[in-house]
């Protein structure tokens, strides 16, 4: 052979095919790693960031640490696999790991000695997978000097739904898919470095590169750094994310870890980096879905969210304007609220009621609590976790600073402590101060402010006085508690995120009362719900409308699902009318309704232009209470969100994944609101499914029973885009009241959104559930059947049935009857509505809790 062909070969061997090897082992999907590799050779989005937030970061320095350096971009970067990692001890091979992993621990030795930034890496380590349950695995990576962690009980690996697969020795990589689908994973940590010292942990994640990544409390996670930790610009700490690949099958991940952590999604690669400040370990849970909705009950197995009383469900109104002027405005929303016909429930009397931070009303707020006393509605008191540093009479019930004394700050032009609810005592002590104000007779809860916890301070050095190498944002800690505070012997940010949840976890209400935090982590919905935004000031904009409903829709996947995007309108600065009434009408079918805002007010009787369209909303919602409150008892029986993301109810369809201007109500009601200025139609994407769709009122087909395509729906600048789902049965209640109690009183009205074969028959069912009752509705395109049992004597009435989908017209007759005959105390008729080929069943008068009822009609 020529020297001139042997050296073009080597050369092809050398340029194109070990270049090739190396990408297809680095970005193969289920990668296992030989020790030589260590390449550099990355394409940008896999580039994993090395020395985060280092301030002079060049070549040597970059390379010494065992990184890589792109000189063209002047960026550091880990190879892959990264130096920065840990090998396998006692390897045997990929099988025995597996079992060891699963049923004990791996042990762990670090290929490095320094971190990144030059600190001493915890040398050994253990990694451990616990089966919890059949589909929930929970992984610990931990300092083994440090102790073993809290394992939870442990199942047989083999009665998982899981597959693990453990690649080394010299390089630690986990892969966890279902044994259904081992070619699809959910997880690896393949393309990332595993990184163990004190403050500092660093985890990566690949998921597949198709896949979408949600959660964190928001929705979509994008490429821009997500930080975990509740300031006033930051109110949610919720470390779950759910991913959903392309095939529609979804999995969850949480992250056990209330100190502040940062998440940075990298695009084009969907490898997700995990940045811990302050955990020991990492502690993270795989819930295996497939489905978001098996997600979200293998997730909430044990923090199952609240069902709020009914009369939570309604409207509330609030305000934060000069105490003086306290009994003017309530007196005057009362007697608005009567002329404008508007129910609501409660009245906070003022967002500042507690401004004295000592348990004390002055006068003049007496008299005003006096007079909402009188109107029968409820107060609902906006509580903080600051008191006047007066009344600390225990020290161990208070944060105490960095030499062990209670904690004092000037707050407010008041000298203030705050309370310590990681102590256990501190709840009996805040609720005896509480029965002070002498309001437990129309007591509906506590909407919690600024519990962070907010006080005044200068910029926290935290990166010194805690010997952090890497700060997001250079401090975390301004406008809340710096990090060197304490709870007895356990530093602050250790636990930050958490301090919300122990606030509301400390009032222990009674099922007829709630709590609303602004500050969320996970395990909130357990307690209550949320009224914030992501911010605590929220001017009226439609930006912060759009991000009021990502909002809810982000709580809601994080266990959350009672929250209303925070203050409608927002509650600082001018507003804009016809933003307000579209906020308004958005608001209206979120899980949580409520008003609240400094000079001007926003409340519907200062919306003059259309306080009477802003009226109608709200009755609308309460005629949906009923549907409301079933969608709660189902979110407390699965963990089911209540208002939902397109996805969730329709994860196979990707063009739904990013429509984050439509959601749902349930499984039934599709919503969408309008997010621009002066329109009159807006574009619905009805989802890829055999179904039709029809307008809630009205009863108007949209569309032949296909989907996967957007279509133009003209509205009313007064009213709201509400779509019922074919196949779907909606109870509602039309004779709306001043009151939840009232309304929820009266009789039902049934609508019947039929989706119907070619063939002609028909089907559509749903349900009702309470606590004194529960109804089962089925339909054919000539039957209603309903099913009950009730508990108690109170006994639901059916009024009338409006029927959607079947093409009558009123030149055609229409018979229909009720069996049993007994259960029947009305005047019933019937008619076919032909524009929109509605039947109209009215004056029943049904007793839905007599026996099993048969509605049946006949067309001809």
Known sequence: IPPGVIYGGIIIVTAVVVPTIVYLTVFSDNPEFQSEI?????????????????????????????????????????????????????????????????????????????????????????AAAVPVTESHLQIFIYNKTAGEPDFPERIAFSDTTFQVSIYGPDYLSIEISRKEDENSYLLSTSNGPLIGSNNYWELTIQFQKDSKVFGLGE????????????????????????????????????????????????????????????????DFSVFAGPTPKDVMKQ???????????QWALGFHICRDTKENTTIDYIDAFLQSSINLSLPYESDCVQESLMGSLNFTLSETMEMAVDNLRNSGKKILISLQPQVESSMVDNDELFVLNETGQVFVNDYKNKSVSLLDFFNNKTGSWLQDNLKTLQVEDFLGGYVLQEDWPAVNTTPCHDSEAMGMDYVPGGSLSNGTLCWTTRHGEIHHYLIHNEYGLKFASSLDVSKDKIVLSTSTYTGSGTVGGSHAHVQNKVTCTWDNMATALKVVLGLGLSGIPFSGGGPICGNTGNYDEELCLRWYLMSSMLPLMRVSSSLPLRDPANIAKFNSPIADAIQRRYSLISYFHSLFLEANMTGVPVARPMFFEFPADNKNWDRYDHFMVGSA????????????????????????????????????????????????PTDLVILVRGGYIIPLQEEV??????????????????????????????????????????STESTLNIEANCYTQVSPVLDSILVYGLEATSGKSLDFEITPQDCVHGNKTAEIIEQDYVLKFTFLSVDLCCGQIFINWAIS
Not at 249 to 267: D, Q
Not at 299 to 309: G, H, S
Not at 673 to 691: A, G, H, R, T, W
């Open 299 to 309: 997730f909430t197995e044990n923090r199952r969210p609240i069902v709020p009383p």
């Open 219 to 282: 929705i979509e996670l994008i490429s821009k750094p997500k930080v975990l930790f509740n300031n006033e610009n930051r109110t949610g700490a919720n470390p779950f994310i759910m991913v959903l690949n392309n095939d529609g099958k979804a999995h969850g991940i949480l992250f056990n870890n209330p100190g502040p952590i940062e998440f940075e999604l990298l695009e084009n690669s969907n490898l997700l980096i995990v940045r811990s400040l302050s955990t020991a370990h990492w």
């Open 737 to 778: 009241q001043l009151s939840v109690s009232d309304t929820i009183s009266t009789p039902y009205t049934l609508i019947v959104g039929l989706n119907c074969s070619e063939d002609g028959s028909c089907r559509a069912s749903g349900d009702l559930r309470s606590e004194d009752y529960s109804l089962n509705f089925t």
């Open 669 to 716: 009601l599709l919503v969408r609101p309008m997010f621009l200025p002066s329109q009159v139609s807006v574009q619905v994407y009805l989802p890829k499914e055999d179904i039709p769709w029809y307008h809630l009122r009205g009863g108007h087909k949209l569309n032949n029973g296909s989907g996967g395509y957007e279509i133009s729906v003209s509205s009313l």
């Open 38 to 126: 260590w390449t550099c050779a990355l394409r940008p989005s896999y580039r994993v960031p090395c020395l985060k937030g280092f301030a002079e970061v060049n070549e040597n320095y970059c390379t010494t640490m065992g990184c890589c350096w792109n000189n063209t971009d002047q960026v550091c970067f880990h190879s892959n696999p990264s130096q920065l990692s840990y090998s396998v001890d006692g390897w045997v091979d990929k099988n025995t790991a597996r079992d060891q992993l699963c049923s004990s621990f791996l042990d762990l030795t670090s290929r490095q000695s320094k971190s990144p930034y030059g600190r001493d890496i915890a040398t050994q380590l253990r």
